[in-house]
């Protein structure tokens, strides 16, 4: 049985820094992109930042872009999001997601939580 899990959310002021994990298990790990989404209140899903299997190619959405960092362990299964100077708009659930290379993400974890005060 595929597990995607994610950790590391909470509640952080403005400025501060959060790191969330994405620790996946049941599938072969280093054959997945992973990409991180989030979704406030009232607002649609979208796409914070993917890596690919490899982890040589990245991509962050233009609101996260130098802000956030995304990194993977594929010895540990887990991908990493660093966000550093959070802002009150980053607050979301996020949640990561994996996919085969060319195919859509089949496997998502249940979010967590990241609250931003102001």
């Known amino acids: 049985e595929v597990q995607v899990a994610e950790s590391g959310g909470g509640l952080v002021q403005a400025g501060g820094s959060l790191r969330l994990s994405c620790a996946a298990s049941?599938?072969?790990?280093?054959?997945?992109?992973i990409a991180w989404f989030r979704q406030a209140p009232g607002k649609e899903r979208e796409g914070v930042s993917c890596?690919?299997?490899?982890?040589?190619?990245?991509y962050y959405a233009d609101s996260v872009k130098g802000r956030f960092t995304i990194s993977r362990d594929n010895a540990k299964n887990t991908v990493y999001l660093q966000m550093n100077s959070l802002k009150p708009e980053d607050t979301a659930v996020y949640y990561c997601?994996?996919?085969?290379?060319?195919?859509?993400?089949?496997?998502w974890g249940q979010g967590t939580q990241v609250t931003v005060s102001s």
């Open positions: 997601a994996a996919a085969l290379s060319g195919g859509g993400y089949s496997y």
């Open positions: 049941g599938l072969r790990f280093e054959d997945y992109a």
């Open positions: 890596i690919n299997s490899d982890g040589d190619y990245t």
